[in-house]
């Protein structure tokens, strides 16, 4: 017992040992009688004679006072060689200023062996940078870690100057302080600039407005004029919202001719009621794959992703990429803008097959009917099956018969319906996988049809095509055009007979391949 013990003894003691060697460099200097600790940042700094130039910046701004309080603080310090290069005139612009100085301290305290190998550092003006060990953006630390009362501070040989978001580059909203690139797109990628700003819409958030009055006839608050009002961007719900400064990602924006070309080409598969419709719909289908996240780059920065000759999009769709179409680039302060001449999608990745699996949430219903979910009463004729082929690899899909134990039948043309999303405007070739592992032959039909415009059996059918017994290849089983792109549905419909076995029902998937032109 006592050896066991003492064994529990030296483990106890390893593991306080190792705790105690995990203190972080703040509490090391704790223990230390360093005079700095006594001193808060802004005294450091006032007092060092290499940074007054930016004492002179800091002075003048609303952070004047910040780096005097108990709050914990990081602030990367440009020296006067630095500072030499600012626009003097940022001095006597409040907006340039605060966001100038803001731009170069954060809360809490960042040492330099925290990045590993990189950090995105939150800055007290709401933009984001990235801090390596020893520099941060591309500045380089010139006298790391130094203490204070209520921080840290690095001294730096570069002014970080603000950076547009990618949002406000590329809708040329935000020529904001300090950006040293330009108001934004200007002339460049005018077309897909004005799409995204036409996207732009408001609405009232009644937990954020503020009440002025209520109603005396209903009891209902009565909302001040002009608050509460939250503006957002239909593109940006849709695919990624770029203008979040603590994410990061790269953007493609192409020139008038270049999008023009890429809209040419897949316009005709987006067709819709109006001329209006067809524009955006094809407009938006081109653009909403200019999106990536991360920040790729071909200059290996830190924080950084090698660019390499293609990039999937936020919908899988393969973005190729050549940089000798670049025109132009831009280093936002959530990711980067590539200007393009072009970017040439291939038709395919655009359009692309679709795939419906057998075993994916389908609806079940009986001749003529729209939607009718009689399920409760056949769920004993309803199999999803996981099987092996002769070769061992593993199939799943949907199995609909007459259930032999109780004789509960199913009626002539039973069906099962999936519900389709984003159908193009174009002719599909139908192909089938279903595998028929039972003793009879059978025949099944697809039906195509939007919701709500008719009988389902009378649209878009591709006739009864006969399941061999256990044929484990797909089957071409014809050829289905769709007129409106969007929504659609598809059925698989039992035979026109209520005779056991001849009326079942199944397959693994149906693949729709788009015949482009």
Not at 16 to 28: E, G, H, I, L, R
Not at 275 to 288: P, Q
Not at 312 to 340: C, E, H, Q, W
Not at 421 to 437: G, L
Request: charged fraction near 15%; aromatic fraction near 12%.
């Amino acid at each position: 017992m006592s050896n066991q013990r003492n064994k529990y003894l030296i483990v106890f003691m390893l593991i306080a040992s190792v705790f105690a060697s995990c203190k972080d460099q703040w509490a090391q200097h704790d223990l230390t009688n360093d005079p700095s600790l006594g001193v808060t940042l802004l005294q450091q700094i006032s007092s060092n004679p290499n940074l007054s130039k930016f004492n002179q910046y800091l002075a003048k701004s609303k952070y004047s006072n910040t780096l005097a309080t108990s709050k914990t603080f990081t602030v990367w310090a440009p020296n006067n060689a630095a500072m030499a290069s600012v626009d003097a005139t940022i001095l006597t612009d409040t907006g340039r200023l605060n966001e100038f100085v803001g731009n170069h301290i954060s809360y809490q305290s960042y040492t330099t062996n925290l990045p590993q190998p990189t950090l995105r550092v939150p800055m007290i003006n709401g933009k984001y940078e990235t801090f390596t060990s020893t520099t941060i953006e591309r500045a380089t630390i010139v006298t790391a870690d130094q203490y204070g009362s209520n921080g840290i501070f690095h001294i730096i040989n570069k002014a970080i100057m603000p950076k547009l978001n990618i949002w406000d580059y590329v809708t040329n909203t935000g020529a904001a302080a300090g950006n040293t690139q330009g108001p934004g797109l200007t002339t460049d990628g005018a077309l897909e600039q004005a799409y995204l700003v036409g996207q732009n819409y408001s609405f009232i958030d009644t937990a954020l407005a503020v009440d002025s009055a209520v109603n005396p006839i209903n009891g209902k608050p009565i909302l001040k004029k002009g608050t509460g009002i939250v503006h957002q961007n239909y593109f940006e719900d849709q695919t990624a919202y770029v203008s979040n400064e603590s994410a990061q990602y790269t953007f493609f924006v192409m020139s008038d001719a270049g999008l023009n070309n890429e809209i040419s080409k897949v316009s005709k598969y987006f067709n819709a009621s109006t001329a209006d419709s067809i524009s955006k719909l094809s407009t938006f289908n081109t653009i909403k794959d200019l999106v990536v996240p991360g920040v790729y780059s071909t200059k290996g920065e830190p924080g950084t992703i090698a660019m390499p000759d293609s990039i999937p999009s936020l919908f899988g769709v393969k973005i190729p990429i050549n940089m000798n179409d670049t025109i132009r680039s831009y280093n936002a302060s959530n990711g980067r803008v590539y200007v393009m001449k072009d970017v040439f999608f291939k038709l395919a990745a655009k359009i692309p097959t679709i795939i419906i699996q057998g075993e994916s949430e389908p609806v079940y219903g009986t001749s003529g009917a729209w939607y009718l979910t009689d399920n409760s009463g056949r769920a004993n004729n309803v199999y999803y099956r996981i099987k092996n082929d002769p070769n061992g690899v593993q199939w799943k899909d949907i199995y609909i018969e007459t259930n032999s134990q109780n004789a509960v039948g199913l009626p002539a043309q039973y069906w099962v319906g999936y519900p389709l999303q984003n159908v193009n405007t174009v002719t599909y070739k139908v192909y089938v996988r279903a595998i028929n592992d039972s003793k009879t032959v059978f025949s099944d039909e697809i039906s195509f049809c939007t919701p709500l415009t008719g009988n389902k059996q009378t649209l878009g059918n591709i006739p009864y095509y006969t399941i061999p017994l256990n044929n484990f290849a797909e089957m071409y089983v014809g050829s289905y055009t769709n007129t409106s792109y969007g929504y659609n549905s598809m059925f698989v419909v039992g035979a026109n007979s209520t005779t056991s076995g001849t009326n079942s029902i199944t397959f693994d998937y149906i693949k729709l391949v788009p015949i482009l032109q």
